[in-house]
């Protein structure tokens, strides 16, 4: 409901926005006479911005800025491939692989992104797209546990990580998140296997792990619901992006996070411009300017995710920064059970059924 | 009237558009395998192979009817009354009775559907209103009851005004006869207004069971990820898993599953053996 009405207010918002012209900054017609166009089309995930972005950039810039949102990579996919045009898009890591092999995404031209020397070092050379030919990272991060200290004791989620998913101690008081990805990475790592494995057995095992938890657990599956429910206490466990853990851990303190042992998915979204998009030269000054200390500083103060820019991240995690005593906050970078997302369309395909399976056993 | 025939063109035109074409895309789709591209197609059976070999499938087929069955019943025994008032109570006040009926089908469904969340949920506006005397709280969230009652309220408008049509254009004088001939007030509804008001029932039930049955986004806002439906398989074939062939396939189906039961609601309307009407 939240989200609705957020969502309502920013399209509200974006359209006064668009009546009222740039007072300060530069002018409508000094963008066209620079860009081209003086509109650029954003199509990025709900919530996912600071509350500024969008209206800083369109006084700075003189320029209008329509945004959509999606709630999936794959309903982002649906609608480019379909033909929608965007100028920015926000997708993940194994997405944006996806969309650089099927030649959906344009290359950056980074002598107009000067910023990406802001990049933080978690960010920088990521297996999808190692010399950033085509995207800038924009929020990261990875998923852990978040559980109610009081009702859980953190040395059996430390010893058990993944697997207090099975400890019937918790039945009933769990969320899962509802993707195959997700449930499957967990699956995997509790067993100890890589989360892009494609070797049979290995998937029937964390099938079979996951429908185990299904039968003897009573989770709830739900995907940003889980902030809410987790700010008010509803269940005591729950699987959680971090970036949103962090956002829990801010609104409760009776909620600790814990990264598993076993190792995580260590993620991305990042920037990239469209191959069909209409107004390029618009689009690199806008991820130039997301990458720029004070647009950065703003949209993770608001969001709670990691910032992809170095000296955000240092500021609020920092002694005395924002986030500073917020465990989910900074992710963990450079251990080695932590894995990057491959695209492998077989192997979603097969993990969806599977998923989906798991989800309507009684 | 023969010169207006041509006007019916352009509509022929817009239905091949809006409503052929996809359904031969559905068609074309389920019967074939993965990898199309425009000039060779795989024609296959395996896509329903794949859905009747697999009881978790077949089982939350069964579940979703169920369900759509059991929101049917319910939307019959709450909507009648209702339209039997609306229907028999005063002339002034119909207007304003249809229109808060109505009224809610203007705001998108979906927005609506959330409103419940709120409601529902486990520190949400009815547990709170119980909890002043003392009750509960609930858990309502995230059962059955949920989605029924999402359901229920979603559909019920529709059940409503078509039973209400067939009541408010009854011949009023039929009661009369039947009084006259010496039926009680029982009577008198048992053989004549209910028979009457059949074909309504049967309308309503036909536009209250279909997107029942097919229905993703109630099930899952109101009854969690864990409450899989047969509308959410179909879902996450083609918007998670990419499986356009499988999805199709299971549309095709439930295409099927549809048109048997408006087939068996229609042969229950026409027959007059059935209805009572002994025209």
């Keep these: 409901m939240k989200k609705l009405i957020a969502m309502a207010l920013a399209s509200v918002m974006l359209l006064a926005g668009c009546g009222g012209g740039s007072s300060e900054g530069a002018s409508a017609e000094d963008a066209v006479a620079k860009y081209g166009s003086d509109t650029l089309k954003l199509y990025n995930w709900g919530e996912y911005m600071g509350e500024d972005l969008i209206s800083n950039f369109e006084k700075e810039f003189g320029v209008k800025v329509i945004v959509e949102y999606f709630d999936s990579n794959e309903t982002m996919y649906t609608k480019l491939q379909a033909g929608d045009s965007y100028d920015v898009l926000v997708p993940s890591d194994y997405m944006i692989e996806r969309l650089i092999n099927e030649g959906m995404l344009q290359e950056l031209d980074l002598s107009l992104i000067p910023n990406i020397s802001n990049l933080a070092e978690g960010v920088k050379n990521l297996p999808y797209d190692p010399e950033n030919t085509y995207s800038v990272p924009y929020f990261w991060g990875s998923v852990g546990i978040v559980y109610n200290h009081n009702n859980v004791d953190p040395a059996v989620v430390e010893e058990q990580g993944y697997s207090i998913l099975h400890n019937t101690d918790y039945k009933g008081k769990i969320y899962v998140y509802d993707s195959e990805r997700d449930s499957f990475m967990m699956a995997f790592k509790a067993l100890g296997y890589s989360m892009n494995t494609d070797n049979q057995d290995e998937i029937q095992e964390a099938y079979q792990w996951l429908l185990d938890m299904n039968n003897t657990m009573e989770p709830v599956y739900v995907t940003d619901e889980v902030i809410d429910g987790m700010i008010n206490g509803t269940k005591d466990i729950a699987v959680v992006y971090s970036g949103d853990a962090t956002t829990i851990l801010e609104e409760n303190p009776d909620m600790s996070f814990w990264m598993p042992t076993e190792g995580t998915n260590l993620w991305s979204d990042a920037m990239v411009i469209p191959a069909n998009a209409e107004n390029p030269k618009l689009a690199h000054e806008f991820i130039n300017y997301v990458l720029t200390y004070e647009a950065s500083l703003g949209n993770s103060e608001y969001v709670g995710y990691a910032s992809s820019n170095q000296e955000v991240l240092d500021e609020l995690s920092g002694e005395g920064g924002l986030f500073a005593d917020n465990e989910a906050y900074l992710p963990r970078a450079g251990y080695e059970k932590d894995e990057v997302f491959v695209d492998n369309q077989v192997l979603k395909k097969e993990l969806a059924e599977l998923w989906i399976k798991v989800k309507a056993t009684k | ?279």
């Excluded at chain 2, 705001?107 to 509960?136: C, E, K, P």
């Excluded at chain 2, 879902?235 to 499988?246: R, V």
């Design chain 2, 1 to 279: 009237m023969r010169q207006f025939r041509s006007m019916v063109y352009p509509y022929v035109v817009w239905i091949a558009i809006m409503i052929v074409v996809p359904m031969l895309m559905i068609l074309l789709y389920a019967f074939t395998g993965e990898g199309n591209d425009v000039t060779t197609f795989r024609f296959t059976l395996e896509n329903f192979g794949r859905f009747f070999s697999d009881a978790v499938f077949l089982d939350v087929l069964k579940r979703s009817l169920i369900i759509a069955i059991f929101t049917t019943i319910i939307c019959v025994l709450l909507g009648y009354p209702i339209a039997y008032a609306i229907a028999t109570g005063p002339e002034k006040s119909k207007m304003f009775w249809i229109l808060m009926i109505t009224l809610p089908t203007w705001i998108n469904m979906l927005v609506r559907t959330y409103a419940w969340v709120g409601i529902l949920q486990d520190d949400g506006l009815l547990n709170s209103f119980l909890g002043l005397f003392g009750i509960g709280p609930f858990k309502m969230m995230y059962t059955t009851f949920a989605v029924v009652l999402g359901m229920v309220y979603n559909f019920i408008p529709f059940m409503i005004l078509q039973i209400h049509t067939s009541l408010a254009k009854m011949d009023k004088s039929l009661l009369e006869a039947a009084s006259d001939l010496g039926a009680n007030r029982m009577q008198c509804f048992l053989r004549v207004t209910l028979p009457l008001s059949l074909p309504g029932v049967l309308s309503g039930i036909t536009l209250v069971f279909l997107p029942a049955v097919s229905s993703f986004f109630i099930p899952k806002l109101l009854g969690g990820g864990q409450y899989v439906l047969i509308g959410n398989v179909i879902e996450t074939q083609f918007l998670t898993s990419g499986d356009w062939n499988f999805g199709s396939a299971i549309s095709l189906i439930m295409a099927v599953i549809i048109m048997i039961s408006m087939y068996l609601t229609r042969k229950v309307d026409t027959d007059p053996a059935a209805n009572g009407r002994g025209e």
